[in-house]
Structures are given as structure tokens and as C-alpha cells.
């Protein structure tokens, strides 16, 4: 059994990955911290966990938890982290891997040192429904083109100081939507088609409604692909569409709205209504335990997602 403990047990914890760390055969959430002492005693009372605790550190020092998932801002990414690897603990920690490069190249000569593997939540890289649009790039040939397009309305919180979520502060996320959104895009086409090289981008501040960039443009070349993306935070509807074109065909999905993947070829379109599992990041967490009981290898680790946040990196360096 691979005993859990949780650093940051918020949102994204109540659904999306804290309860799948009960439902993974093999697997026991069994620690959870927050710095608000209430609020994680709050969480492991009505999630079925042992323990709870207001210190980092005294998680970490727990004999009963043999590995850690980071749940905090991106900030603190690396801080936290970092003391998981002193402790010679497995972690997994969410995306993005850490708010700069040079955190994130920290965190993996950590974890490497230590002889203690590292995981990221770039969960869709264990989905079945992206599983399958990598099954079906054979149908479409060679892949000539990848186009990216994300938008989004301003939100209402969003047009106040006092209200604006962390997730546009730069000093908590390392930016705003872009990194928070666009980075699970990024690292989706890393694992489909290869990493992303000769990557150039261009960011810009046109709403003018908190310090980081709504709107960003980028082009990226994965092996024999040539990419695109446009991604906007500021302007009218939503939109979530990626297309890979190939020499035979095309498929065409959606990161995060739910629609079905769309494969076309000479023989005509047909679509995969594939249904996400109830706690997302599941069969990635499935894949960890997996790992650290000697069986398979997760797909998304230090090294892959480090090549995310290089992208990054590199799409927003002309942005002030």
C-alpha cells in the first residue's frame, strides 16, 4: 500500500485528485495539510483521512506516509518540493511544474539526488480519450499541422482588484490563464507528437485588468509538425479546439470542454465520445502507484514536464 499525504488540500483536492488517492487499488490517502489547521481537519473528516495538520514539516516527518502530493499554488511549488526530496519521499506536484525554469531544474537535480522519483499532474498524458487520439495518428498519417485556439470571456471576479483570483497574479501562478490553461495543451502535443522546439511567442496585456498576459500567440515545431496556437482571456465567446492535420487526415478535440474527439479521413468522420472518469487525474495517479510498486512507468515526470515549462518560458520571454 503506497500511504499518501497531501500538502495544500483546496479545490482542485476535492474532486479532481484528492479521492482518487483512496480509489487507486493499492493506495490510502492517509495525511493532509493546510496552513488553516480547521479547514484540513474540515477536509479529512469528510474524506475519510487519519490525520490532519497546519505544518508542512510535520507532514513530511509523518512515518506513515510514504509519499506526497503537492496541491499548493505554483509558487510554492518548489519550496515544497524540494523538502519532499530532503525527505527522500516520492512526489507528485501539480502543474505547472513550478513558476520558472530555474525552480524546475532545481526540483528535478533534487529529486534525482535523492534517488526518489517526481512526478507532475499533466494528467491528461493518462486519459483514454486523449489515448485514443494518439491511437488514431496513424489513421491521419504523417501530422503536417497542430492548431491551437483557447478563449475565454473575462470573469467577473476578474474586473476588480480585491476579487481577482491568484490564478492572474504572476507572483503566485508565474502568470495568468496562459500558464494555468495553455500548459496542459503544451505538454498534451510534448507527449502525441514529440517535445516542442523553436518555440517563439507573443504576449500582451490588452484588457488591462490585472499584471498578467490575457492574450499570448505562439508558433513551435514538434519533429516534421509545424504549430500554432492563439490563446485569449479578454475577448467575446469560448473556444477550445486543436486540430492535427495530417497527410491523410485530420483529428480534432478539445482540451478541456467535453465534446467528442472528431478523427477524418477518405473514408469520412467518426467520433469518439469518450466520458472522463469522475476524479480526473485517476488513471494518472493509477499510473504513479503503479510505478512505485515496480510495474510500468507514468508518463508525466520531472523530465517531461520541465520541457513544459521551457515552453513556457519561451512563449512569454517578450512579455514585461
Known sequence: MIRWGILGCGDVCERKSGPAFQRVPRSALVAVMRRDGDKARDFAARHGVARAYDDADALLADP???????????????????????AKKPCYVEKPMATTVAEAEAMRAAF???DVPLFVAYYRRALPRFLAVRDALPEIGPVRLARVSLGRTVRPE???????????????????????????????????????????????????????E????????????????????????????????????????????????????????????????AHIQKPLITNIVAQLHGEGACASTGDTAIRTTQVMASILARHP
Open 64 to 86: 506513515e506516509v510514504d509519499a506526497v502530493y503537492v496541491a499548493t499554488p505554483p509558487s510554492s511549488h518548489a519550496d515544497l518540493a524540494l523538502r519532499v526530496a530532503r
Open 112 to 114: 534525482a539526488a535523492a
Open 158 to 212: 476578474e474586473r476588480s482588484p480585491e476579487t481577482v483570483s491568484w490564478r492572474v497574479r504572476p507572483e503566485i501562478a508565474g502568470g495568468g490563464h496562459f500558464v494555468d490553461l495553455a500548459c496542459h495543451t503544451l505538454d498534451l502535443l510534448d507527449f502525441l507528437l514529440g517535445p516542442l522546439e523553436h518555440v517563439q511567442g507573443r504576449a500582451d496585456n490588452q484588457a488591462g485588468l490585472y499584471a498578467a
Open 214 to 277: 490575457d492574450a499570448v500567440v505562439a508558433t513551435f515545431r514538434c519533429g516534421a509538425t509545424l504549430g500554432a496556437g492563439a490563446w485569449s482571456f479578454a475577448a467575446h465567446g469560448r473556444w477550445d479546439e486543436v486540430s492535427l492535420i495530417g497527410a491523410r487526415g485530420q483529428i480534432d478535440f478539445a482540451t478541456f470542454d467535453d465534446v467528442p474527439v472528431r478523427v477524418t479521413t477518405e473514408g469520412g468522420t467518426r467520433t469518439l465520445a469518450i466520458a472522463h472518469p
